[in-house]
């Protein structure tokens, strides 16, 4: 074992406390020590509530804070060789996640309720962000504060699958996209002279009459308008989803958060139905040895009464 082996335990230890207990237990333990081990204990900050109940859930719930890693893991390590245009169980992996995320957050906070610090929405938002952005940079076990979401900078780096915008399939219903003029090949009209061309096509086809031609115009620039607005909502329709994906998960946070809320009021309710339960039973038996009492003494007074008592 190193030298540093132990003073890495004993700080493990510190952030395995009682959050209460904690300032006491470091100045303590830093009274024992010398020199730098001392310096880095005195360093050492107070975890913050939210910070110190991730802290319990890797320190004393581990089977539910590696499950939650493991799924992080695998959903990202998914999501990836989708972006590089291998096939993945995406959603699969994505479920999976989620189901570790929703049981991570509720023990971490149970473990916040049992040791009386607030488990509100606020905590549970902050809880939620923070079990969302595992695998973290920081040491589990010895958070001072919740780490940020990790958000697209997983995928910071990441190699995208190549593609040519101009060798994809067009979507169904939508014209492919006029090739620009610098890169259509001349194709040279042959027997009349470029002058003569650029007065036909001024005055239209021989015979054509103007309102034909006006017709014809006002059909081409329906059309191009009518393509213009079919690749613009293409560009937009995903941007909508996307938005609308952010608020489904925003909605999905809030529901989670008011579940756990009103987990924790059943709980308390329960509690309290046992508290009056375990009342009531009290009061039965002393109910009962009073009755038991007042009957011994109408006994007593009765054979009292009796002739020749």
Same mark, same amino acid.
């Given at each position: %074992? ?15 406390? @009682? ?16 020199? &730098? ?102 040491? +589990? ?6 780490? $940020? ?8 780096? %990441? ?14 219903? %939508? @014209? ?6 610098? #890169?259509? +090949?001349?194709?040279?009209?042959? $027997? ?45 329709? @995903? ?7 952010? #608020? ?14 009103? #987990? ?21 038996? &002393? ?20 002739? $020749?008592?």
């Amino acid at each position: %074992m190193t030298k540093a082996a132990p003073l890495e335990e004993a700080i493990d230890r510190l952030y395995a406390l @009682p959050l209460d207990e904690f300032v006491a237990a470091r100045n303590e333990l830093a009274k024992q020590l010398g020199g &730098d081990d001392r310096k880095t204990i005195r360093a050492l900050s107070k975890p913050s509530a939210v910070a110190w109940a991730l802290n319990q859930l890797y320190w004393s719930v581990r089977p539910v804070f590696d499950r939650l890693v493991a799924a992080a893991v695998t959903l990202r390590e998914t999501q990836a060789s989708s972006l590089l245009g291998k096939r993945a169980d995406v959603r699969g992996a994505d479920a999976a996640h989620r189901e570790a995320l929703h049981a991570a957050v509720r023990e971490a906070a149970r473990i916040l309720e049992r040791a009386g610090h607030d488990a509100g929405p606020d905590a549970l938002r902050s809880l939620t962000a923070a079990l969302e952005a595992l695998p973290w940079e920081e040491r +589990p076990g010895r958070l001072v504060r919740p780490p $940020g979401p990790a958000g697209f900078a997983a995928f910071a780096g %990441m190699p995208i699958a190549p593609s040519d915008v101009r060798e994809t399939a067009p979507a169904a219903g %939508m @014209p492919p996209s006029p090739t620009p003029a610098a #890169e259509r +090949p001349a194709r040279p009209e042959r $027997g009349r002279p470029p002058v003569e061309r650029t007065k036909e096509r001024k005055r239209g086809a021989p015979g054509q009459k103007p309102e034909k031609r006006q017709e014809e115009e006002e059909e081409r620039a329906r059309a191009h308008r009518e393509r213009a607005e079919r690749q613009r909502e293409a560009v937009e329709a @995903p941007r909508r989803e996307a938005a609308a994906a952010g #608020e489904r998960v925003r909605a999905a946070e809030t529901l989670l958060a008011q579940a756990l809320n009103d #987990e924790h009021a059943a709980r308390e309710r329960l509690e309290e139905a046992r508290r009056l339960v375990k009342d009531a039973e009290k009061t039965r038996r &002393d109910a009962e040895r009073e009755a038991a009492a007042a009957q011994a003494a109408v006994r007593k007074a009765e054979a009292r009464l009796r002739p $020749g008592s």
